[in-house]
């Protein structure tokens, strides 16, 4: 029987980064993340800019897309998009501890529900407030809080009070 080798973070940040893949980190187990396709990424874009324009002259926080998070142990992930509330101290040199306060993943068709189950629960088990799933093919929004999950479709509004106070986009304008 063969014998997985398990990396520590350490390790996985040694690694040479390929052009052609990403790599996550869960429990020691290296995953390569598939390549994403244009529609997945012009979903990310486009809510990532909606978030860049609304926080901009706004000191609630930061965001980013496809920032690595040390969530816990040998667990580092990667969401599509992540925010981190102002006053979290974030140093620029390293890998992030714990999870973003947001993160945000779009779905791509290689995705399994049991891997976007593992990866909600990881990211809540690292200290995460809320991780929205975007679904494309759906046009539809599902927004994972600490109380439970509510869905958003293409003709209702995003927003999170919480988070980010005042931020709202339209679900459809997503996909445009």
Not at 128 to 152: D, F, K, T
Request: contains cysteine.
């Amino acid at each position: 029987m063969a014998t997985k080798t398990l990396l520590t973070v350490e390790e996985f940040l040694r690694l040479p980064e390929p052009p052609d893949a990403h790599y996550e980190l869960v429990e020691g187990v290296l995953i390569t993340v598939s390549p994403t396709m244009p529609e997945h990424n012009n979903v990310r874009d486009t809510l990532l800019v909606a978030l860049r324009n609304f926080l901009a002259g706004r000191e609630l926080g930061r965001v980013w897309s496809e920032q690595a998070f040390h969530l816990f142990g040998n667990t580092v992930r990667i969401p599509d998009i992540s925010f981190v509330r102002a006053g979290r101290v974030v140093d620029p040199h390293h890998l992030p501890e714990g999870a973003p306060d947001l993160a945000v993943e779009v779905i791509s068709p290689t995705n399994t529900p049991r891997e976007m189950d593992q990866r909600v629960s990881d990211f809540f088990a690292a200290g995460c407030q809320r991780v929205w799933v975007v679904y494309p093919e759906h046009r539809e929004v599902y927004i994972h809080g600490l109380a439970g999950v509510s869905r958003r479709r293409a003709e209702e509004t995003l927003e999170d009070t919480e988070l980010l106070p005042g931020f709202s986009v339209r679900v459809s304008s997503l996909f445009e």
